[in-house]
Nanobody, 125 residues
Framework: QVQLVESGGGLVQSGGSLRLSCVVS????????MDWYRQAPGQERELVAHITTGGSKNYADSVKGRFTISRDNAKNTMYLQMNSLKPEDTAVYYC???????????????????WGQGTLVTVSS
């Protein structure tokens, strides 16, 4: 059974740092592209950062230069290092996995998505 478990959220002052972790069980991690999303109160969930199976990274404009996404396939863990935090970064942060696997000899693939339960990050001004 696949599970995504986030940790590392908490309360921090503006300008501070936090590191979020997402541990993935179920032996899909190395075959999955991974994302961090966040959802602020009253707002839609938004993509924060993305990392491919090969390690290519993309970021939302609002966090470029402040956040760094990484992954450790040996530990089945993804990270989000968040520096220079701002009050507008306050949100529940979610871990998301997209697992794509080949299902037949013709190379057809099947995709499944998984979400964690989220971890709350609160940045005080």
């Amino acid at each position: 059974q696949v599970q995504l478990v986030e940790s590392g959220g908490g309360l921090v002052q503006s300008g501070g740092s936090l590191r979020l972790s997402c541990v993935v069980s179920g032996r899909i991690f190395s075959e999955s592209s991974m994302d961090w999303y966040r959802q602020a109160p009253g707002q839609e969930r938004e993509l924060v950062a993305h990392i491919t199976t090969g390690g290519s990274k993309n970021y939302a404009d609002s966090v470029k230069g402040r956040f760094t996404i990484s992954r450790d396939n040996a530990k089945n863990t993804m990270y989000l290092q968040m520096n220079s935090l701002k009050p507008e970064d306050t949100a529940v942060y979610y871990c998301h996995a997209v697992h794509r696997r080949v299902v037949n000899v013709e190379g057809a693939t099947a995709t499944r998505e998984y979400w964690g339960q989220g971890t709350l990050v609160t940045v005080s001004s």
